[in-house]
């Protein structure tokens, strides 16, 4: 018989101390201090701004009613939104609790080797799933959510470990987290929420143990935390958390963290910057930062109910990536498996696009760096970035112009040494310089079938100021 409620595990902080795996040496001479003044100082890790493109999933027992939003639990039982309120008095009996549907997550068909196939196919470069969410329900067979975990309900099976094997066996991506600090219904959270957080119950028995858990076991290589529930990071220990992580745990060279430790700790401590989701500022940011956002644009979890105008076009997406890449940012580009563990064919499809256009694009976007303009003044829709070692530029260009010549107001050329190529296509471009600044690219006279990508162009400027 399964149980009906949850169950939550409570452990002294002793315990927790004694969790805490010895110290061992570290592989970097500098030792990071327990605070943000040491924390902020770190190095990102060069592989992360090289990466530019990875790929989120929103997966758990949300994916069953697979209704509204990945928030459903919280819309139907706390603001008890009337859609989420019907959908439930419709399709369910009166006494059914969300808990019902952790039996149901089943996962029938997750094959986490076809999953792996399909991001390598993408180009992206890291993945990060959601270990648990704001529901609690955790992905793996956790020791501190009892009778809530992948191993004891629903598919039985540690779906992180299976994943974790088939990026690491398979593909040559990088395997990142996201895991939720705060739990919106544990009693433990609430308890220490109606105190001001002066209690630490939850932190101490549950989050900061599952944290140690997730990378000693799993050893992400980027740990993508939210959701602070409002409590500061004091309360949850961020600084102490951070400083095992990027001292002694066994990704503390590799590893990238986010900017979501505690309330008021968004776009300003931690590595790498989100700000708020589906963050793309348009501009040159100072500090290495991340656009998360999702290829639906209404969830993050999977919905029954979306129709293909809800689904953002691989134009759109080609788009977000050149904008966010110019800009020094990093596209994390969600998609929302069902509860079967499939990946829907419109996410599989924009998936598999966005790597057809990154194998012709892709020397545009990985490993470059910002310019001195990040989108040109004269031609709209183009946007650059650079290969400073190689004298590159790339032009990338959305709107093809009916003229066949593509005005550009920011490089200057170098006569007798300044080289245009379009990627895909090779054959060196006949060129002029503008009056002032600038110059007025000749493009090719090619049909359609022979064009080199659908959805946005390159240009790579060799020798240009």
Not at 61 to 88: A, C, R
Not at 246 to 253: H, I, K, L
Not at 332 to 338: D, R, S, V
Request: some cysteine; overall charge negative.
């Amino acid at each position: 018989m399964r149980p009906r409620e949850l169950r939550w595990l409570s452990l002294p902080l002793l315990l927790l101390l004694l969790l805490q795996p010895p110290p061992s040496p570290a592989h970097s001479a500098t030792r990071f201090d327990p605070t943000w003044e040491s924390l902020d100082a770190r190095q990102l890790p060069a592989w992360f701004d090289q990466a530019k493109f990875g790929i989120f999933i929103h997966w758990g027992v949300f994916s069953v009613p697979s209704f509204g939003s990945e928030w459903f639990w919280w819309y139907w039982q706390k603001e008890k939104i009337p859609k989420y309120v019907e959908f439930m008095k419709d399709n369910y009996p009166p006494s059914f609790k969300y808990e019902d549907f952790g039996p149901l997550f089943t996962a029938k068909f997750f094959n986490a080797n076809q999953w792996a196939d399909i991001f390598q196919a993408s180009g992206a470069k890291y993945i990060v799933l959601t270990s648990k969410h704001h529901e609690g329900f955790t992905l793996w067979g956790s020791e501190y959510s009892w009778n809530w975990n992948a191993i004891d309900e629903g598919p039985k099976r540690d779906i992180v470990k299976e994943l974790e094997v088939a990026i690491r066996n398979r593909t040559d991506l990088r395997f990142g987290l996201y895991y939720s600090l705060f739990e919106w219904f544990h009693p433990l959270f609430l308890e220490d929420e109606s105190s001001s957080f002066h209690k630490r119950q939850f932190p101490v028995s549950k989050t900061l143990p599952e944290l140690y858990e997730l990378v000693n076991n799993y050893q992400p290589e980027v740990l993508w935390s939210d959701g602070d529930g409002g409590a500061p990071d004091q309360y949850w220990n961020s600084t102490g958390f951070l400083a095992w992580l990027y001292n002694e745990s066994p990704v503390r060279d590799t590893v990238v963290t986010n900017d979501r430790w505690g309330a008021g700790s968004i776009c300003k401590h931690g590595g790498f910057y989100t700000c708020s989701d589906r963050y793309n500022p348009g501009h040159l940011l100072p500090h290495k930062w991340e656009n998360c956002m999702t290829i639906d644009k209404r969830s993050w979890g999977y919905r029954r109910e979306a129709g293909i105008s809800d689904y953002l076009t691989i134009g759109e997406l080609v788009k977000q990536l050149v904008e966010t890449v110019s800009c020094g940012g990093n596209l994390l580009m969600n998609i929302g498996p069902t509860l079967d563990g499939t990946i829907s064919v419109v996410f599989e499809e924009r998936l598999r696009q966005m790597g057809s256009w990154l194998k012709v694009n892709g020397e545009a976007i990985y490993e470059t760096r910002t310019w001195r303009s990040q989108n040109d003044t004269v031609t709209p829709d183009v946007w650059y970035t650079f290969k400073p070692e190689e004298k590159l530029v790339y032009a990338i260009f959305l709107k093809w112009p009916t003229s066949g010549q593509l005005f550009l107001g920011q490089p200057k050329a170098i006569l007798g040494a300044t080289e245009v190529k379009l990627l895909g296509h090779g054959q060196p471009l006949n060129w002029i310089s503008l009056e002032q600044n600038g110059i007025m690219v000749e493009l090719p006279q090619l049909t359609i079938h022979q064009m080199p990508c659908k959805w946005g162009w390159a240009l790579a400027l060799t020798n240009v100021i």
